[in-house]
């Protein structure tokens, strides 16, 4: 049931009709004596969908917090227990998307190992750059993982950062541009030797991805 805005009482009788079995499950067939009415049954349908029909699960959920008093801490300190239980969206830093990503270096020691760590230090550089547009850094999230925002219960699996050698098995001829697989929350960087590089093939995937944000 959206909203009822018919302007005449039959009308609003037809509106009811199809929605017959939904308000008498609800508790919320009144009687239309009035368009006045009208609006008394969008407040009944409203108090069902949003305080009674999760009434029982929230009280349940209200029981289990009681276990070793957690439900009595909370109502002492509210401000404390507020960051769990609301989510609140915050701006991203190039640190925080730096801290999300595990990245999957080769041995110490070998010439692929050197050759990553040079990259690791211009993925960090092009955080860093990031933070100065307005958006930059939820648009290098959205790249690797299909989301702007940190999920309040983190990614699953956790997002991941892997690198294009020369002559590895699925390619054909090394890709110049950064690859990501948003199923798996990883990315995949090619070695190049200079940052200015580097940004300039990660600025134009960034602005040439669509869908799951594969060049």
Known sequence: PGSFTDTTLEDLEK?????L?????????????????????VHDI??????????????????????????EKMRRHPDSFRPLFCYEPHMLTADQVDDL?????SPEG?????????VVTFWRDYLQDAEEGPSKLQKI????????????IGFSPAPSIE????????????PIFPLANTCVNCIRLPLHVSYQLF???FDFALGNTFGFGRV
């Open 101 to 105: 990503f595990n990245i999957h270096l």
């Open 141 to 152: 999230l959205a790249f690797a993982t299909g989301a702007t925002a940190v999920p309040p």
């Open 163 to 174: 690198f294009i050698h020369r002559g590895d098995d699925d390619f054909s001829s090394t």
């Open 21 to 41: 079995d939904y308000l008498a499950n609800a508790g919320c067939l009144r009687p239309m004596r009035s368009l006045r009415d009208r609006d008394l049954l």
């Open 15 to 19: 509106s009811k009709e199809p929605l």
């Open 199 to 201: 940004k300039e093939k």
């Open 46 to 71: 409203v108090m069902f969908q949003v305080i009674h029909r999760v009434q029982g699960p929230f009280q349940r959920f209200c029981e289990g917090l009681k276990t070793l008093g957690v439900l």
């Open 110 to 118: 070998s010439n692929k190992r050197a050759a990553e760590e040079t």
